[in-house]
T-cell receptor
C-alpha cells in the first residue's frame, strides 16, 4: 500500500519552462490537495479537489493549474516557471468526514527554478 | 478557522516526556484541534486530533483544557526519531482544505 506517490522527487527548471507534477493515491480518497513549502515556512495550499471533477483555488494559486484526472490522480502544472516558484511541493489526500479527517501526504517534490 | 500560537522551538531529553503547548484562544465550538509533525523535509504526518475530550493513540496523547483555549501534545517517551516540527492546527471538520500550517514547534530530542 503506497499511500500518496509524487513524481518526480527533484526537478530543476529554467525560467519560462513548463512542467507537470504528478500525484496519485491508492486509498480511494475523494479529496486531494497541493501545498507548497518555502524554507522555514509552513505549508500553503495552492489548489484542492474535493472530489473527482472539481477543483478550487487555495491560498496561493497564481501561476499554477491543476487537473483531477480521475479519483486517484491530481496533477499540478506550471505553465511558465518563475524563480519565485522554487519550493518543495507536497500532494495530500483525505477522506472528509466529521471527526475522522486526516491528511495523508506524499514525500514531496523539490523544485528549483533558475 | 482559529489561529494557533506555538513556541518556535523546544528541547527534550531522550526517554523523557515531551510536552508541546498550543494556544488557540479564539477556537469555535465546532472546531477540532489537530496535530501533525514533519520530520526533516518529509511530508507532514498526522498524529492525533480532538474536540474537547482528551485523546490518546499509539503515537501521543492530546490534553485539551476545559475552556478549549489551549492544548498540549504529549509524547510519553521521546526518542531521537521524534525530532521534528510539530504543527498545531484548529479547523472545523469537513473542510480539510482550510488546514493552515503555521511555522510549528521544532522539537529536538537530545541523547
Amino acid at each position: 500500500n503506497a499511500g500518496v506517490t509524487q513524481t518526480p522527487k527533484f526537478q530543476v527548471l529554467k525560467t519560462g519552462q513548463s512542467m507537470t507534477l504528478q500525484c496519485a493515491q491508492d486509498m480511494n480518497h475523494n479529496s486531494m490537495y497541493w501545498y507548497r513549502q518555502d524554507p522555514g515556512m509552513g505549508l500553503r495550499l495552492i489548489y484542492y479537489s474535493a472530489s473527482e471533477g472539481t477543483t478550487d483555488k487555495g491560498e496561493v494559486p497564481n501561476g499554477y493549474n491543476v487537473s483531477r484526472l480521475n479519483k486517484r490522480e491530481f496533477s499540478l502544472r506550471l505553465e511558465s516557471a518563475a524563480p519565485s516558484q522554487t519550493s518543495v511541493y507536497f500532494c495530500a489526500s483525505s477522506e472528509p468526514g466529521l471527526a475522522n479527517e486526516k491528511l495523508f501526504f506524499g514525500s514531496g517534490t523539490q523544485l528549483s527554478v533558475l | 478557522d482559529a489561529k494557533t500560537t506555538q513556541p518556535p522551538s523546544m528541547d527534550c531529553a531522550e526517554g523523557r516526556a515531551a510536552n508541546l503547548p498550543c494556544n488557540h484562544s479564539t477556537i469555535s465550538g465546532n472546531e477540532y484541534v489537530y496535530w501533525y509533525r514533519q520530520i526533516h523535509s518529509q511530508g507532514p504526518q498526522y498524529i492525533i486530533h480532538g474536540l474537547k475530550n482528551n485523546e490518546t493513540n499509539e503515537m501521543a496523547s492530546l490534553i485539551i483544557t476545559e475552556d478549549r483555549k489551549s492544548s498540549t501534545l504529549i509524547l510519553p517517551h521521546a526518542t531521537l526519531r521524534d525530532t521534528a516540527v510539530y504543527y498545531c492546527i484548529v479547523s472545523s471538520g469537513g473542510s480539510n482544505y482550510k488546514l493552515t500550517f503555521g511555522k510549528g514547534t521544532l522539537l529536538t530530542v537530545n541523547p
